[in-house]
C-alpha cells in the first residue's frame, strides 16, 4: 500500500481509506469495531467519518457512527491513525441535524460547536481532517476558512478539506485563500467510481494544478458495481431500503446508482474482473487507485468479509490493456452521475 499527501498538508495517509458511514445502522458496534480492527491490521492508518452518519440520517442516530469510532480509538496510539470527520453544511437536503439549532450553515459558530462536539464524541482532543459535508454556497469562502483556521490555530484541526463541492466551487475557495490569507483546502472529497467519472474532467485538473488531493468516495457505486443488484434487489441493500422505504429523494438517488446503464456496465466490469482473476470490489478499488490527483480511496463495509474484498486492491496493479477494456465500457456505455444531483443530495 502506498502513502501519498494530503494537499500541501503534512499529512500523509494510506491510499485506502476505512470509511464508516454504515456503523451504526447497518454494522452494530462489535461488528464496526471487527472491520476497524480488519482495516488497520491490514495496513490502513486513515479512518473517514462524518457527525451526520451513520446513512441514511436521521436525528435518532446523529453522532453514533463518531461515537463507535471514538470507543475504538482508545484501543489505539491515537498518534496511529489519521482521522478525518466532517461538519454537515446546509446543502444535503434530508433532514436538519438535530443540534446546532437545525442549522447547519458554515459559519464560526456552528463550525466550532460542531467540531467540539465531534471531538467529545470520538474521545479525542485534535481531528486531522476536518471537511465540509456539503459546501455552503450563501456563505463568503473566506469567512469559511477563516473560521476554520482558528480551530487549526488552536490546534483542534490539523488540516481542512471539502466535499461534494464543484469544480467552481473549489477554486472560488482557492481563490479566497489566496486573497484573504486564510487556510487553503487541502482535499475534496467527491463522489468518483467506475460508474461516475465526471471528477476525470474539470475537477481533476483542479486538483492537479491546485495540489488539492481528491478522496473518492462510493467507488464500488453504492455497492452496484459488486454486481449484487444486478439479479435482483438485494435484502439489506442500502438502495433496495432507499427504492421500497425511502423518501423522493433518497429514490432518486437509488434510481441515478441502480438502472440499465448501471447494471449493464457492472456486467461488462465483473467480467474484465473475472479474467484477470480479482473479485469485481478489488478491480473498481484498483482503478480508482491509480489516478494521479487520488489521494485516498475511501472504502465501505457491513461486513469483515465485504471489507476483505475491497483489501485485494492493496497490491494490486490493473496493465494498460486491463485499463483500456475498462475505458471501452465507459464508451459504450456512458453513465456517469449528473453533478448537479450528487450536489443537491
Given amino acids: 500500500m502506498e502513502r501519498r499527501r494530503l494537499g ?96 447547519t450553515a458554515l459559519d464560526a459558530l456552528q463550525l466550532t460547536r460542531a467540531v467540539e462536539a465531534s471531538l467529545q464524541r470520538l474521545r479525542t482532543d485534535y481531528i486531522d481532517l476536518y471537511q465540509t459535508h456539503w459546501p455552503d454556497h450563501h456563505m463568503r469562502y473566506e469567512d469559511t476558512l477563516a473560521a476554520l483556521g482558528k480551530l487549526m490555530d488552536q490546534g483542534k484541526v490539523r488540516a481542512i478539506g471539502c466535499s461534494n463541492e464543484t469544480s467552481w466551487g473549489l477554486m472560488k475557495s482557492l481563490w479566497a485563500a489566496d486573497k484573504h490569507g486564510t487556510p487553503r483546502y487541502d482535499t475534496v472529497q467527491n463522489n468518483f467510481s467506475l460508474i461516475n467519472r465526471r471528477c476525470e474532467s474539470e475537477l481533476a485538473q483542479v486538483c492537479r494544478q491546485e495540489a488539492v488531493s481528491l478522496l473518492p468516495y462510493s467507488p464500488l457505486g453504492g455497492g452496484v458495481l459488486t454486481g449484487k443488484y444486478n439479479e435482483q434487489l438485494p435484502l439489506g441493500g442500502r438502495f433496495t431500503d432507499y427504492i421500497q422505504n425511502g ?99
Fill in 247 to 345: 423518501g423522493p429523494r433518497q429514490k432518486v438517488m437509488a434510481a441515478r446508482f441502480v438502472n440499465d446503464r448501471t447494471l449493464e456496465a457492472t456486467r461488462r466490469f465483473g467480467r474484465i474482473a473475472e479474467d484477470i482473476d480479482v473479485s469485481p470490489a478489488a478491480l473498481a478499488v484498483a482503478w480508482s487507485r491509480q489516478h494521479d490527483f487520488v489521494a485516498s480511496t475511501i472504502i465501505g463495509a457491513t461486513s469483515v468479509k465485504q471489507l476483505t474484498e475491497s483489501l485485494e486492491a492493496i497490491d494490486l496493479i490493473l496493465d494498460s490493456e486491463t485499463l483500456e477494456r475498462i475505458d471501452e465500457v465507459e464508451t459504450d456505455i456512458p453513465c456517469s452521475l449528473r453533478e448537479d444531483g450528487l450536489r443537491r443530495l
Fill in 8 to 103: 500541501q498538508s503534512g499529512i500523509s495517509v494510506t491510499d485506502i481509506c476505512m470509511g464508516t458511514m454504515t456503523f451504526g445502522s447497518q454494522c452494530d458496534e462489535s461488528t464496526s469495531h471487527a472491520i476497524l480492527d480488519c482495516a488497520v491490521d491490514a495496513g490502513i492508518d486513515f479512518l473517514d467519518a462524518a457527525e451526520m452518519y451513520p446513512v441514511p440520517p436521521t436525528a435518532e442516530l446523529f453522532g453514533r457512527t463518531e461515537e463507535i469510532v471514538g470507543r475504538w480509538l482508545q484501543t489505539r496510539p491515537r498518534d496511529q491513525v489519521i482521522v478525518a470527520t466532517k461538519i454537515t453544511g446546509p446543502g444535503h437536503g434530508w433532514f436538519s441535524p438535530p443540534v446546532r439549532g437545525g442549522r
